[in-house]
């Protein structure tokens, strides 16, 4: 079968291959037929093996961990799924039994493996994962190009739910990536008093741009780029009635965690997914900031199992649009090429097609 394959780092970049062999489902396991894949920022920092994520790879290995497909194949035991039955999957392989675990807190479970880094992923025809990780999807409501995002989809919804609440709540999203623009349509999704997008990038201020006059006015959308403007605090003060609520840091940004500690209002919190660079963060004036204010500051990682799923699932089906999220759609072999594309900052959400090439 065709897959993609992270085989020598110290070559960078990946193998492109159509004669890897099919997997076999273990007890406890299925088989998926991919239907649909996604490029995660993950899967570009594997493949220019950044250090932020290469001590996590175990090559050789097949990446890619954002997909849905059909079942076509059942191990022993497994007796609730059956081929044909249309499903996506956690991607994060926990223990069960660490004290995370026991707890319901599987996502930050101590012996978490990530398929797509630690065991194979799938960039690929099929690939092989325990039922217990299995999603079911609604074909009506979840195509396959939106069922090929939810693992990303799963870290803003799993951001958003990590504030108290948006609704009614002035709003603060940094860094419109694929997770913030995801983030940014949940919010809008929900009804906050007002969403303020800080971003840079001037491709993604663009698409902010295009998405927020699609949505209308129902809830006031404001788009800075604060390299721009001088006065980013002012600005965001005057949005929001003198300070935002809450601030979903997606970027990793210093400079933007500093900014939204310096706008969130006294009482307000701070929701952080972006992950910063090297390993200090350095907040200016932390005492004024962050304690007189009595903020809240939180870490968010991967997705609850499987309450984010479930979330997720309604807000789909009630109709939360994430069309825009995806640029392009290409086949498998032309990885490279989606990769290149998100670089260069010219796409969001890049989805490939195993069955096209
Ligand atoms: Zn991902
Ligand atoms: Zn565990």
Known sequence: MRAIQMVRPEARGVSYGDDVEVPTPGPGEVRVRVARTAICGTDRHIYHWDESISHLVRPPVTIGHEFCGYIDAVG?????????????????????????????????????????????????????????????????????????????????????????TVEGRHVLLSGYGAIGAMAAAVVQFKGAASLTISEVSPGHLERAHEWAARMGDRVPIHIVNPLSEPDFAGKVREFSGGGVDVVLEMSGAVPAINDGLEVLYPGGEMVMLGIPAGRDLLIDRFSERVIFKGLTLKGVVGRRMFDTWDEMLSMLKLGLDLDHIVTHQLPLSSFEEGIALLDKGEAHKVVLDPSAG
């Open 76 to 164: 022993d035991g497994v007796e609730t799924w059956s081929e044909g039955d249309y499903v996506s999957a956690e991607m994060h392989i926990v223990c069960g039994h660490c004290r995370a675990c026991l707890r319901g807190d599987f996502h930050v479970c101590e012996h978490t493996k990530i398929a797509g880094l630690q065991q194979n992923g799938c960039f690929a025809e099929s690939v092989v994962v325990p039922a217990s990780n299995l999603v079911r999807l609604d074909p009506e409501t979840v195509p396959p190009h939106i069922g090929a995002l939810l693992d990303a989809l799963g870290n803003a919804v799993h951001t958003v739910q990590a504030a108290n």
